[in-house]
């Protein structure tokens, strides 16, 4: 079946510019999982989401910085004002339900602030 | 809080040998949870393997298991008969018990393994 998708693949955007990114996650899986990828600062956890609901959005860098999901599938994380430290790969992972161990990455969006 | 370490930034391995990447952790939860996965330059992670902290036998998938040693705190992922496909980034994870962030995972800083021909 297919897995978790993620688009853009990739993303030049100029500094102040907003993005969304998009993740769509494996179908049946109500869990669902964004990260960071960064060179300083590895792989971080920035948002969880329980069918349409998140819980804690305290992993969110910034204010800058939202997440929504609707239908308990897709789901977009915006950037605002993006700044240069803003660059990084966005990870976006599905699981079964919140208490079914295994999370399935899609290939992320490569983000690149000028 | 929990903490991955992972103290090969990289690592040298001949076709069809056996290597083992190292991996160590810490966390105060008694329930916890141990995954491994490979990262090729394509960038996608992929799930390896995974060991409950109550699975009492070490797990294997494959050419893949997994060296659990709790008392020592360590996970080490072994992989035999190394294929030049195995030429990756590989991140040891784990998560805690279930919170408002879900099974967020908690990464180490990753492994680069580089098989020679």
């Known amino acids: 079946g297919a897995g978790v998708s993620q688009s853009p693949s990739n993303k030049v955007t100029e500094k102040g510019k907003d993005v969304e990114l998009r993740c769509d996650p494996i179908?049946?899986?109500?869990?669902l999982y964004w990260y960071r990828q960064s060179l300083g600062q590895g792989l971080e956890f920035l948002i969880y989401?329980?069918?349409?609901?998140?819980?804690?959005k305290s992993g969110l860098p910034s204010d800058r910085f939202s997440a929504e999901r609707t239908g308990g599938s897709v789901s977009t994380l915006t950037i605002q004002r993006t700044q240069q430290e803003d660059s990084a790969v966005y990870l976006c992972?599905?699981?079964?339900?919140?208490?079914?161990?295994?999370?399935?990455f899609g290939p992320g969006t490569r983000l690149l602030v000028l | 809080a929990q903490k991955i370490t992972q103290t090969q930034p990289g690592m040298f391995v001949q076709e069809k040998e056996a290597v083992t990447l190292d991996c160590t952790y810490d966390t105060s939860d008694q329930s916890y949870g141990l995954f491994w996965y490979k990262q090729p330059s394509s960038g996608e992670m992929i799930f390896l393997i995974y060991?409950?902290?109550?699975?009492?036998q070490n797990a294997t998938e494959g050419r893949y298991s997994l060296n659990f040693q709790k008392a020592r705190k360590s996970a080490n992922l072994v992989i035999s008969a190394s294929q030049l496909g195995d030429s990756a980034m590989y991140f040891c994870a784990m998560r805690g018990v279930p919170n408002n962030a879900g099974n967020m995972l908690t990464f180490g800083g990753g492994t680069r393994l580089m098989v020679k021909p």
């Open positions: 060991q409950g902290s109550y699975d009492e």
């Open positions: 989401f329980q069918g349409n609901s998140a819980p804690d």
């Open positions: 992972a599905s699981s079964l339900g919140r208490y079914i161990e295994t999370q399935y």
């Open positions: 179908s049946g899986h109500t869990a």
